[in-house]
């Protein structure tokens, strides 16, 4: 029997798209237009469910929940694969990840670095500002992933930072649409190269037109946060870094969850928005590549043991066919975190799609995987895995830019340490702190203390909600009290971790040294408060005077709060 052309490397690639597509049934199409979450069992095993989403619901793109040491990541992408491999196509699975690079750990949104090499979170690399060392950033995600089979990257985060209280500022590149537009285009190229090919690893640029404008800040993962608002005109401004995403050749885009309120958009969610998606995405903006919607747009479903809906904002009163029917006229080619492939298998039956419509997601998809090799080459090599992941030389370059990342907001004349004093310590690890200075336990008998806090939130109820920080972004009173007193006692070095724009206008006045920091080790702090590394960073948004200021500017707005105690930017030397 001859080799059929799909399985042909040497056939051009629509060719092998055609012929594939032409061979498979229309369950099978189906199974293509949905992005399904595995986990992985004990020692890279195969979990629960996973041999049926393959098999019976015929998926072949997932994305990996949880973590593990690179051979057991390796092992388990193998047996993904192997799995694939004995279905009656044969056709290979895209791996796809969220972020496994920095020091945030939300099962919604990033991983810990864990084994893979760890740096600042992008607003660090924002506040560095190098463009070179971002694209050298993404080389490194690509060299990791693909040593473990991840071949879609669910980031980077093209949003820009323009509500202070948003939770999903870390993701991003600041406020600044021209420094966020030239960060994300190099971060495309290192996770793609100059072109989409066999040692890319696929960028899905996120959340499509820009997540930042959200009404009070709040997210729509949740009813709470549905609202997507454009009180300052500011639209154009936050498609910027798209914009430069599909200029340097982004495979996929992610539409978020909002709903445009006060537009001339239709006030439906933006993965249903044929506006949004159809005429703007890939009419104005040219973008031909994959559009795979933000997770749970269809189904009700548990997560973290708690029932959650739908994220169907503007159509919940629609059945699950009518959402995936309205997604699919709307411009949509895949559904995230979902696995339904019966409902549009039934939707082409009843003539409600066509099936021509779905041939050309699934077109897109398809070609996809040719491109990136994967029919060839979908196994990867444990012991390379063990070698390449956490590498000396990707450690040592997350390591220096977590250092280069710090922002110096004020220093008097306490940077940079010398000798050995002895030190205070709070939330910094007492064994690293030994290392530059004697530790001591009361404030009262050190020289100098060093504080490092977070940038404060309020806490909500439910599970999967706790991990997405919102609301308020000072600290409460009695918290302030008891960091006041310590600064009263002792010169204190301050570090705040900004995952959002701090309140902090106290602390400011009375630290004698304040830092800020985006994801960095008590090391990477120590090393440039004792002058044995070089802070470089900018703040890539302003730090607000106060809640009232933050109340009143508005969402879609860069740096709109009135007297910032900091403006974007600042940043000293030291």
């Given at each position: 029997m001859p080799t059929p052309a799909y399985r042909d490397p040497h056939r051009p690639v629509d060719e092998r798209v055609e012929d594939l597509l032409a061979r498979m049934t229309v369950e099978e199409k189906a199974g293509q237009l949905f992005h399904g979450m595995l986990t992985m069992g004990p020692g890279g095993s195969l979990a629960d469910g996973t041999g049926d989403a393959i098999g019976e619901r015929q998926l072949t793109h997932f994305n990996l929940l949880g973590q593990g040491g690179a051979r057991e990541l390796a092992v388990w992408a193998n047996r993904v694969q192997e799995r694939a491999a004995g279905t009656r196509l044969g056709i290979p699975v895209t791996l796809s990840t969220d972020p496994r690079h920095a020091f945030t750990d939300n099962p919604g949104a990033s991983f810990h670095a864990g084994a893979f090499s760890a740096w600042p979170e992008p607003l660090g690399l924002a506040a560095i500002g190098d463009a070179e060392l971002v694209e050298r950033f993404a080389d490194t995600v690509r060299r990791e992933y693909l040593a473990v089979g991840f071949r879609l990257a669910l980031h980077p985060q093209a949003d820009l930072a323009t509500e202070p209280r948003w939770s999903r500022q870390s993701g991003t590149f600041g406020s600044s649409a021209e420094a966020g537009a030239e960060l994300v285009r190099a971060y495309v190229r290192g996770l793609q190269g100059p072109r989409l090919g066999p040692r890319s690893v696929s960028a899905m640029v996120k959340h499509f037109p820009g997540g930042g404008p959200q009404k009070d800040g709040e997210d729509p993962h949740f009813p709470h946060g549905k609202e997507q608002v454009y009180p300052g005109g500011m639209r154009e401004y936050h498609l910027?870094?798209?914009?430069?995403?599909?200029?340097?050749?982004?495979?996929?885009?992610?539409?978020?969850?909002?709903?445009?309120?006060?537009?001339?958009w239709e006030e439906v969610g933006f993965g249903f928005n044929r506006g949004v998606l159809t005429d703007l995405l890939r009419g104005r903006l040219g973008f031909t590549g994959v559009v795979c919607t933000d997770w749970g747009l269809l189904t009700d479903a548990p997560i973290m043991g708690e029932q959650h809906v739908a994220r169907a904002w503007g159509v919940e009163h629609l059945t699950v066919a009518e959402r995936a029917a309205k997604a699919l006229d709307a411009g949509v080619d895949q559904f995230g975190g979902e696995q339904c492939p019966e409902v549009i298998v039934e939707l082409v039956r009843s003539g409600r799609i066509t099936e021509e419509?779905?041939?050309?997601?699934?077109?897109?998809?398809?070609?996809?995987?040719?491109?990136?090799?994967l029919f060839e080459h979908r196994y990867v090599d444990p012991d390379a895995a063990e070698e390449t992941v956490g590498a000396g030389e990707f450690t040592a370059l997350g390591a220096a830019a977590q250092r280069r990342s710090l922002t110096v907001l004020t220093n008097r004349s306490l940077l940079p340490l010398g000798g050995r004093p002895r030190l205070y310590v709070e939330n910094v690890d007492g064994r690293t702190a030994a290392e530059y200075g004697?530790?001591?336990?009361d404030p009262a008998e050190a020289d100098v203390a060093v504080l490092r806090l977070r940038t404060p939130y309020e806490r909500r109820p439910g599970a999967f909600e706790s991990f997405f920080h919102s609301g308020s972004l000072a600290f409460p009173q009695d918290e302030l009290g008891e960091i006041l007193r310590l600064l009263d006692t002792v010169p204190t070095l301050v570090c705040v971790n900004l995952e959002r724009p701090a309140v902090l206008p106290e602390i400011a006045e009375r630290a004698a040294a304040l830092v800020a920091d985006y994801g960095a080790s008590d090391a990477a702090l120590l090393d440039v408060a004792f002058g044995r590394a070089r802070a470089e960073g900018r703040l890539p948004f302003e730090l607000p005077r106060s809640m009232a200021a933050v109340a009143v500017s508005r969402p879609d707005v860069p740096d709109d709060t009135g007297d910032p105690v900091f403006p974007y930017g600042h940043g000293l030397e030291v």
């Amino acid at each position: 029997m001859p080799t059929p052309a799909y399985r042909d490397p040497h056939r051009p690639v629509d060719e092998r798209v055609e012929d594939l597509l032409a061979r498979m049934t229309v369950e099978e199409k189906a199974g293509q237009l949905f992005h399904g979450m595995l986990t992985m069992g004990p020692g890279g095993s195969l979990a629960d469910g996973t041999g049926d989403a393959i098999g019976e619901r015929q998926l072949t793109h997932f994305n990996l929940l949880g973590q593990g040491g690179a051979r057991e990541l390796a092992v388990w992408a193998n047996r993904v694969q192997e799995r694939a491999a004995g279905t009656r196509l044969g056709i290979p699975v895209t791996l796809s990840t969220d972020p496994r690079h920095a020091f945030t750990d939300n099962p919604g949104a990033s991983f810990h670095a864990g084994a893979f090499s760890a740096w600042p979170e992008p607003l660090g690399l924002a506040a560095i500002g190098d463009a070179e060392l971002v694209e050298r950033f993404a080389d490194t995600v690509r060299r990791e992933y693909l040593a473990v089979g991840f071949r879609l990257a669910l980031h980077p985060q093209a949003d820009l930072a323009t509500e202070p209280r948003w939770s999903r500022q870390s993701g991003t590149f600041g406020s600044s649409a021209e420094a966020g537009a030239e960060l994300v285009r190099a971060y495309v190229r290192g996770l793609q190269g100059p072109r989409l090919g066999p040692r890319s690893v696929s960028a899905m640029v996120k959340h499509f037109p820009g997540g930042g404008p959200q009404k009070d800040g709040e997210d729509p993962h949740f009813p709470h946060g549905k609202e997507q608002v454009y009180p300052g005109g500011m639209r154009e401004y936050h498609l910027t870094p798209f914009r430069a995403a599909v200029a340097a050749g982004c495979a996929q885009i992610m539409p978020y969850y909002g709903q445009p309120v006060g537009t001339d958009w239709e006030e439906v969610g933006f993965g249903f928005n044929r506006g949004v998606l159809t005429d703007l995405l890939r009419g104005r903006l040219g973008f031909t590549g994959v559009v795979c919607t933000d997770w749970g747009l269809l189904t009700d479903a548990p997560i973290m043991g708690e029932q959650h809906v739908a994220r169907a904002w503007g159509v919940e009163h629609l059945t699950v066919a009518e959402r995936a029917a309205k997604a699919l006229d709307a411009g949509v080619d895949q559904f995230g975190g979902e696995q339904c492939p019966e409902v549009i298998v039934e939707l082409v039956r009843s003539g409600r799609i066509t099936e021509e419509r779905i041939d050309a997601s699934v077109r897109r998809l398809l070609r996809e995987k040719f491109v990136l090799g994967l029919f060839e080459h979908r196994y990867v090599d444990p012991d390379a895995a063990e070698e390449t992941v956490g590498a000396g030389e990707f450690t040592a370059l997350g390591a220096a830019a977590q250092r280069r990342s710090l922002t110096v907001l004020t220093n008097r004349s306490l940077l940079p340490l010398g000798g050995r004093p002895r030190l205070y310590v709070e939330n910094v690890d007492g064994r690293t702190a030994a290392e530059y200075g004697e530790v001591v336990a009361d404030p009262a008998e050190a020289d100098v203390a060093v504080l490092r806090l977070r940038t404060p939130y309020e806490r909500r109820p439910g599970a999967f909600e706790s991990f997405f920080h919102s609301g308020s972004l000072a600290f409460p009173q009695d918290e302030l009290g008891e960091i006041l007193r310590l600064l009263d006692t002792v010169p204190t070095l301050v570090c705040v971790n900004l995952e959002r724009p701090a309140v902090l206008p106290e602390i400011a006045e009375r630290a004698a040294a304040l830092v800020a920091d985006y994801g960095a080790s008590d090391a990477a702090l120590l090393d440039v408060a004792f002058g044995r590394a070089r802070a470089e960073g900018r703040l890539p948004f302003e730090l607000p005077r106060s809640m009232a200021a933050v109340a009143v500017s508005r969402p879609d707005v860069p740096d709109d709060t009135g007297d910032p105690v900091f403006p974007y930017g600042h940043g000293l030397e030291v």
